[in-house]
């Protein structure tokens, strides 16, 4: 590719986002378009994606949190790498050590007596064993969440989700799974009754808009579960691996739930991975049915080094310290410039290195999306929240970075007034 020209790679960007349009989803085709992000992805690095002219981004999405460790780590490579050549999957007729590893690895660092774990692709999957795991334990069927919650776009992890929006085509929903607001215990002690399988709830509300469980809050939660027989699921998908600061989100406030869910930076950017882990307990329920509960390709061999890989380097590289220090110099920075722009930003919140900005509505967070991809650095709104723009580089993401990322949001954000106050900002809010 480095041998086309420049023309010839114009060429191909047309050409692939007409097959976008022809053969994978016209309105996505557009809304790249549209949002200024009409170029190829071509080769990725530490907190950058360079397009297909060698264009640099910086990258404050991190793949809606993907990219814990970075892009393209040279460890995960070398291990995937590795392992790739050797056997990439798994017999599933014989042991194998790649999985065996990561399970006791994980067990090492969950909290509490959470110990076991099953392998899967991604967010939704685990979701969907965490809530089946729940209701063969307990023999119940209901299960309570959180509006703004988002947990996933299967059937069962669309079910406990929270946004009408998405799950209004596809009704009926799973049968007996309840909303309530997030945050509210009353609603919650209300909610939860002996009838109930499982609790589940994100410590951090990703894609509903970056919202932090109240202090005492998942303390309450897990009170009211115990006393009822339910059983608690914190899904870490998108908080867990230092995201927030500490290993795990929950570790927060001292909650260890009766089950976790775990998937994006798992894989470590560079393969699909997630999983649902548990007690030795809980996990009783599959001794009489080991297959009651698979899947062929979940924790394959090659996903397996991947996610041994990011853990060391999580740990070996204090990368949960990393998210706490510079998340919280993020949000400083951050905070003081909503204080610029009181106009503009409506609220700066998060935890370690996952901060969103409100604005007064989702067109001029679409408006500041469209200008930060001006400025190279790919930002998005939180998917049930379009008023949020959310921050998650990689938490490799140096000092010097965030200080470049911060100065082109303050620009950005100088354009945006600009626009706004041509167009007449008293209809803003
Ligand atoms: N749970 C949470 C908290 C998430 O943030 C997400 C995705 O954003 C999911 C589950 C679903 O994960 P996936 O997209 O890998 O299925």
Not at 77 to 89: D, G, N, S, T, Y
Not at 140 to 148: G, P, Y
Request: net charge negative; hydrophobic share 40%.
């Amino acid at each position: 590719m480095e041998n086309m020209s420049y023309e010839e790679k114009k060429q191909m960007v047309e050409d692939t986002i007409e097959k976008y349009s022809r053969y994978i989803n016209p309105a996505l085709a557009r809304y790249y378009k549209f949002a200024q992000l009409d170029t190829v992805e071509w080769s990725s690095s530490g907190t950058l994606v360079y397009d297909i002219f060698g264009e640099p981004y910086l990258d404050c999405l991190g793949g809606f949190g993907v990219f814990t460790v970075g892009r393209n780590h040279p460890r995960v490579v070398k291990a995937v790498r590795e392992q790739l050549e050797r056997l990439p999957l798994s017999t599933r007729a014989l042991f194998n050590k790649q999985q065996a590893d990561l399970a006791e690895r994980i067990a090492s660092v969950t909290p509490g007596n959470l110990q076991y774990s099953f392998f899967c692709n991604s967010g939704t999957e685990a979701v969907e064993g965490a809530i089946k795991l729940a209701r063969m334990y307990t023999g119940r069927k209901k299960l309570v969440s959180a509006f703004d919650g988002y947990h996933g776009k299967t059937m069962g992890s669309l079910s406990v989700s929270g946004k009408d929006a998405y799950k209004k085509p596809f009704e009926p929903c799973v049968p007996e799974t309840f909303q309530v607001p997030f945050n509210d215990e009353k609603a919650m002690e209300k909610a939860v009754d002996e009838n109930t399988a499982a609790v589940i709830l994100e410590p951090v509300q990703g894609e509903g808009g970056i919202n932090l469980a109240r202090e005492g809050y998942l303390a309450r939660v897990k009170k009211l579960c115990e006393r009822s027989g339910a059983l608690l699921i914190l899904d870490e998908v998108q908080t867990g691996l230092g995201r927030t600061g500490k290993m795990f989100a929950c570790e927060h406030s001292g909650v260890v739930p009766d089950i976790m869910t775990l998937a994006k930076g798992l894989g470590g950017g560079v393969l699909p991975l997630g999983a649902f882990v548990s007690t030795a307990q809980i996990w009783e329920v599959f001794d009489e049915n080991p297959y009651i509960h698979s899947s062929t390709l979940g924790g394959n061999p090659l996903a397996c080094v991947a996610g041994l890989a990011t853990l060391s380097i999580i740990e070996e590289e204090g990368l949960c310290e990393h998210s706490a220090e510079k998340g919280r110099y993020l949000l400083e920075k951050l905070e003081k410039i909503q204080n610029a722009f009181p106009q503009l930003i409506t609220a700066v919140r998060g935890l370690g290195l996952m901060i969103g900005t409100e604005f007064p509505d989702s067109d001029v967070a679409s408006l500041l999306g469209m200008e930060m991809a001006q400025r190279k650095v790919l930002v998005a709104y939180t998917m049930d929240n379009r008023k949020v723009i959310r921050f998650e580089p990689p938490l490799t993401v140096s000092y010097q970075e965030l200080d470049t990322i911060l100065e082109r949001f303050t620009d950005a954000l100088g354009s945006v007034q600009s626009i706004v106050e041509e167009i007449g900002g008293e209809e803003i809010g």
